[in-house]
């Protein structure tokens, strides 16, 4: 093997890799000759380095030690009048090398090869030696080389392109851009075939994007010498020449082009900035990518930085409670579900201001959202070590700590009022507030965060009814006591002289249009007497004890049997049947559907389901396979409540799910609340670009009709339309298309 360069010269060469070229001749002087004629050479400033065979098997050895030969010059008459041409056909077929061009010489001329020899093989000349001068040499070997780099780049960006496809889904799944910035930089290590130097910056949260700083732009992954950066600001990277480029970088939205690195800007529609650092020269990079897939690269990562961002927002918002900065419930519960993954015991504590009603009645709402944020600041002072602190509702709020020791829980119950000694003080007024606790430890009662969220309550609402103490410990004795009250106040049979069930139904429409799509059936319960009942605790109490699939093995037949039997209701009208985690998880759920169908002649085309966010947390098998039987026999799935639940887009494209319904809760302040209306706006373009359909529930204005029709969602329900309204006045609202007045519903 030779290095056509004296030694002297190295240092002054550059580090591109030198062109690999094959000798193969049984002929010493041959092999001189091609030395002496090639020296100096250096095609695209890049020197040329031999390889040398004195036989067909030596040729073979060395070819199979050594992929990325670029040339070979073979002589055809060799140790037999065919060893050239038959070491031509083992590279063609059985190396399987397509990459490598190959240049035939012969001293012979009488054994040159057939013409269709030449074009099977992909041989790109032949050459007699007599003939073959230096200058005709070096020219076949650079049109040889020219081939070969026009081969490699196609074959490189083949498989790029590939590499790419197959990974894009990994960056557009990301719901945390830390765990995007890593991805990022994986896939470009996969790229190039060596985890470069490199870094994944974007503006915080909540930077002035108008005027960035050093200080307002954060590392979210890193590799090689700059891992000690990730979490810090761009100000904590001492080097002029990598902080620079990536501020002005990000601040412009423009490349910076280094020649020790890159900085590519990641450029997103709604305005979001980010840039990725990667420690090789533009040329390098091109040159190991190619243009095409390089550029691909920057615009995958993009869209994939701008959905991040965007979910990342989404589930802020979800997981934050706007009134005092604490963890809502919701990211309670995923706080609990990530630690309780690792197998870690832990202890609920769910607190209540006692007389809270009367401070906020005396101060008002918004002093009371100030009230309630100073004793979430009072908890997180005295509560430093605990995993999650989070406001559950009103004057509810949840500690998740390390397993608590029945022992120790004086001290627990002594640090809480230590806490409380001082008095809050809001505006003009001064309270001296109570704290109580119910408590659930994890362990002896299972290790799920609703079940020992709800455990605690039933704790708190035992210590409620007692009156007296300051804290209760959950037994599964007051779970027997909760749902013996529960037995003895809920007359769920639907038994003549008992509970009477009944059904109403309210107008879903087409956003565009108004004009009628479905209507959801939803359950009432009325008395003997005629008195309705509060419907969602009358649900509360059937899905407590377990008579949600009776109440709903009834809907689904009588809602089907008054919809076919509906008057003026059009042929392409749809039914929305809501369906509980219980019922979808339980064995006759399948018979319930199948029965109403076949009794009732419905269709299930004709049937939107809807479920919460709810069944899918546990990824349960039965659940996605009896979704997916919905759809195959022609019904449609929607997530109901979207946005209150586990609220993650990573898991829409992997589910048997048609569209959303966006929570009312969101609907409502939109038109007044600017983080209310991002919510919706990110929900329906995420939704949208996943190819769901969204209806927006709790439409009561026509400032929210007009903003959600200009977000294009696809359908409306609310008291804009129609309340809820008995099955015998559904046909005047089909009829007639007014807005109904069911005062007589619940």
């Known amino acids: 093997m030779d290095f056509l360069v004296k030694s002297d010269q190295r240092s002054k060469t550059t580090t591109l890799q030198p062109w690999k070229v094959l000798v193969v001749d049984d002929d010493e002087d041959v092999h001189e000759t091609t030395r002496i004629a090639l020296a100096g050479c250096r095609p695209e400033n890049r020197m040329l380095r031999l390889y040398h065979a004195y036989s067909a098997e030596e040729a073979k050895d060395i070819l199979s030690r050594n992929g990325d030969i670029a040339v070979a010059l073979i002589d055809v008459v060799m140790e037999t009048h065919t060893a050239g041409l038959d070491l031509v056909e083992w590279i063609r077929e059985q190396l399987n090398n397509p990459l490598i061009r190959l240049v035939l010489r012969t001293g012979q ?23 073959l001068t230096r200058t005709k040499l070096i020219a076949a070997i650079i049109t040889a080389l020219r081939g070969y780099k026009l081969l490699t780049s196609l074959e490189t960006n083949r498989k790029n392109l590939k590499k790419l496809n197959s990974h894009f889904y990994e960056l557009v799944e990301k719901d945390d851009l830390s765990q995007f910035g890593t991805a990022l930089l994986g896939q470009i290590a996969s790229l190039i075939g060596v985890a470069p130097e490199g870094l994944v910056c974007a503006a915080d949260k909540d930077a002035d994007l108008s005027d960035l700083r050093p200080d307002t732009i954060r590392v979210l992954a890193a590799g090689g010498v700059y891992m000690s950066y990730v979490g810090r600001t761009l100000d904590a990277i001492n080097a002029d020449e990598i902080r620079d480029p990536i501020f002005k970088c990000i601040s412009s939205g423009e490349n910076q082009l280094q020649p020790f690195g890159t900085c590519l800007a990641l450029k997103a529609q709604t305005g979001l900035k980010a840039a990725i650092f990667v420690g090789l020269p533009y040329a390098a990079l091109e040159r190991l990518l190619g243009e095409e897939v390089l ?3 920057v615009v995958n990562a993009s869209l994939g930085y701008e959905k991040t961002a965007l979910s990342e927002h989404i589930q802020r918002l979800a997981f934050e409670d706007r009134v005092t900065g ?63 602190i989070a406001r559950k509702e009103v004057d509810e709020f949840l500690l998740l700590m390390d397993l608590v020791n029945p022992k120790a829980l004086p001290d627990l119950v002594d640090t809480l009022e230590a806490l409380f000694d001082e008095p809050i003080a809001v505006g003009d007024s001064v309270f001296n507030i109570r704290m109580r606790m119910g408590i659930a430890n994890s362990g002896d009662h299972g290790n799920d965060p609703e079940q020992l969220t709800r455990y605690a309550s039933i704790a708190l609402n035992d210590l409620r009814q007692r009156g007296i103490g300051n804290y209760s410990v959950f037994t599964p004795v007051m779970q027997e006591s909760a749902f013996e009250r529960l037995r003895l106040t809920s007359l769920l049979t639907g038994t003549a002289g008992k509970t009477k069930f009944l059904l109403h139904y309210q107008p879903i429409l087409h956003a565009d249009t108004e004009e009628i799509h479905s209507c959801e059936a939803l359950m009432r319960f009325r008395t003997s007497g005629g008195d309705f009942l509060n419907t969602q605790r009358m649900i509360e109490a059937a899905e407590a004890s377990g008579m949600i699939i009776d109440v709903g093995g009834w809907m689904i037949q009588n809602a089907t049997a008054e919809f076919m039997n509906m008057p003026f209701r059009s042929n392409d009208m ?16 399948y018979n319930d559907v199948e029965r109403a169908l076949d009794v009732t002649g419905m269709q299930m085309s004709q049937i939107t389901f809807e ?50 319904k966006v929570d009312r809760a969101f609907i409502m302040h939109m038109d007044q609340d600017e983080d209310a209306l991002a919510v919706v706006r990110s929900i329906v373009a995420v939704a949208q670009a996943l190819g769901l359909e969204v209806t927006a529930e709790g439409v009561e204005t026509v400032a929210q009709r007009n903003i959600l029709r200009d977000l294009n969602c696809t ?4 008291y804009l339309y129609s309340r809820p309204v008995p099955g015998s006045n559904l046909p005047l609202f089909l009829q007639n298309g007014f807005c109904m007045d069911a005062s007589t519903s619940h």
């Not at 009488?110 to 007599?130: L, N, S, T």
């Open 109 to 131: 001329p009488g054994y040159a090869p057939r013409m269709d020899v030449i074009e099977r093989y992909q041989i790109d000349g032949y050459k007699e030696k007599a003939e």
């Open 295 to 297: 550029g691909l690269f």
């Open 326 to 388: 604490l963890n809502s419930y919701t990211g309670f519960i995923e706080r609990f579900r990530r630690l309780a993954s690792t197998g870690r015991q832990m202890t609920v504590v769910l607190l209540d201001i006692q007389r809270y009603r009367m401070i906020e009645n005396g101060i008002g709402a918004e002093q009371g959202g100030d009230f309630l944020k100073k004793v979430g600041m009072r908890l997180k002072s005295g509560f430093p070590t605990a995993f999650v």
């Open 574 to 589: 749809h039914l929305n049947l809501n369906l509980s985690p219980k019922q979808v998880q339980s064995s006759r759920i």
């Open 611 to 660: 479920v919460t966010e709810g069944i899918f947390v546990n990824n349960d098998p039965e659940t996605i396979s009896f979704l997916t039987w919905i759809q195959e026999n022609g019904g449609r799935v929607v997530i109901d409540d979207f946005g209150t639940g586990y609220s993650s887009f990573s898991y829409l494209r992997k589910l048997p799910v048609d569209g959303i």
């Open 715 to 718: 359908y409306l329900q609310g």
